[in-house]
């Protein structure tokens, strides 16, 4: 597949932009390095690059575009707002529609607010359980990530009960130490660490459906569990929805797995493409939030009339009947599909899959945590990953990453899938 055009434009980008790019992994160095693919246009399920090439799309610009690119009602929602400017400073309608839409579909979320970003969203939830508990020290989980602000990016110290390292040069070890990491589906040492540090711990925040180091389920009963400990230590539960918020069905990843956040952070598909973040939860809690409490949180363009228009036309498309059970029949297409091929070409494949979501990992082993995904053949998948690109598949470029189903996938783009699967496997 020539790709000329893209080499030329990433040399004249990396003269340009640091990397060559606006977001790190958008640079192939999750797949060993190589020129990223500038892409000229979306339409539905498809991508066309700058030197003409089509190409499949299961990167869906990481979760937002889940009713695949260009979609013509959200593509009208935004040209109506921007007709009427894009930009007012004030409140408007479009705001409150929006919130009661969010409001009705996930029931933990009595109140909201908009952000621009899920980094945002999950910085600003961090701040309103220090503000409500008056403690100062977070848990997470191992391989979630929630966005690039300091305090979530954190690596694990050398055990549960130990305090982080920063995972990024500029992050202080002093705000790193305020935060503790404990496996993810591993109940005990998130005991050991609260039991430790109790009366310090904010909040404990986790991907509730993780997306991070693939897609992870938790284990039946553990974030019920979580859920109980931490209630009992007076923390805060603080779920990271920013790629689960309507992934999986016409709401939260909390009526799936029937345990309710404290707070809530989302992002990507509530803002049809366009920036957005939200977050919201507990009316005590969030009342904690300016101008009503003493936690600030401000933003010039939160709330804008065309991310709210294309969140709002975004969630229109996915109240249709049947949208979701669709991603779900595509999705098992394809996982039953990719096993078989695996078995054919006896390789150690695994996939893990709810819905219009799967990862799917080269090993042998199960992956229920991040430990596991990351002794999964990285090496493989890249070689994977380039010969599915060249047939003009393309897909999230790390081992860590998901496959995302939209709304515009159809049965001929799934076996056009699985033909490319199968002739890349017989190469690996
Ligand atoms: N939380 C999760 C679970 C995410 O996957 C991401 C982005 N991949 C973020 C937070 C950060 O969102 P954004 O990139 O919009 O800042």
Not at 2 to 9: A, D, F, V
């Amino acid at each position: 597949m020539n790709r000329q055009t893209s080499e030329i434009l990433y040399k004249e980008a990396e003269d340009l932009i640091v990397g060559g790019v606006n977001s790190p992994s958008r640079a192939f160095k999750g797949v060993g390095g190589g020129t990223p693919v500038f892409m000229e246009k979306g339409e539905g399920a498809h991508f066309y690059d700058v030197d003409g090439n089509q190409y499949i799309d299961y990167l869906g610009a990481y979760g937002p575009i889940i009713t695949g690119h260009a979609h013509p009602h959200i593509t009208d929602a935004i040209k109506s707002a921007a007709e009427n400017g894009v930009l007012y400073g004030t409140p408007t309608k479009l705001e409150n529609q929006f919130a009661k839409m969010l409001t009705d579909a996930i029931p933990s979320l009595e109140k909201v607010r908009f952000v621009n970003s899920g980094t945002e969203a999950v910085m600003t939830t961090i701040r309103i359980a220090r503000a409500y508990t008056n403690r100062t020290k977070v848990i997470k989980f191992a391989g979630c990530y929630h966005g690039h602000s300091d305090l979530v990016l954190v690596a694990a110290g050398s055990g549960p009960s130990t305090l982080g390292s920063p995972d990024s040069a500029g992050v202080p070890t002093s705000i790193a130490q305020e935060v503790i990491t404990v496996p993810f589906n591993d109940i005990e040492p998130l005991k050991e660490a609260l039991n430790k540090f109790g009366d310090d711990i904010a909040a404990v925040l986790v991907e509730p459906i993780v997306g991070n180091f693939g897609l992870v389920e938790p284990k039946a009963g553990f974030l019920e569990e979580v859920k109980q400990l931490t209630h009992e230590n007076d923390s805060l539960l603080i779920f990271d929805e920013v790629i689960t918020a309507f992934r999986f069905h016409y709401g939260s990843a909390q009526e799936i797995t029937n345990v309710q956040a404290d707070m809530t952070a989302m992002g990507k598909i509530i803002g049809g493409g366009l920036p957005i973040g939200a977050y919201g939860g507990r009316v005590d809690i969030m009342e904690q939030v300016a101008p009503l409490g003493p936690a600030y949180q401000a933003g010039t363009m939160s709330g804008n009339p065309a991310s709210m228009a294309a969140g709002i036309a975004c969630l229109e498309v996915l109240q249709q009947e049947g949208i979701y059970e669709e991603m779900d029949r595509l999705g098992d297409k394809l996982e039953h599909g990719i096993l078989e091929h695996a078995k054919k070409y006896d390789l150690p494949v695994k996939i893990n899959r709810l819905k219009g979501m799967l990862t799917v990992f080269f090993t042998d082993e199960e992956v229920t945590n991040y430990e596991q995904a990351e002794n999964t053949d990285g090496e493989m998948f890249s070689r994977f990953f380039k010969l599915m690109l060249d047939q003009g598949i393309n897909l999230a470029p790390s081992k860590y990453e998901a496959w995302f189903l939209t709304t515009a996938h159809t049965e001929e783009d799934i076996d056009q899938t699985l033909n490319a699967v199968e002739a890349a496997f017989s190469q690996l």
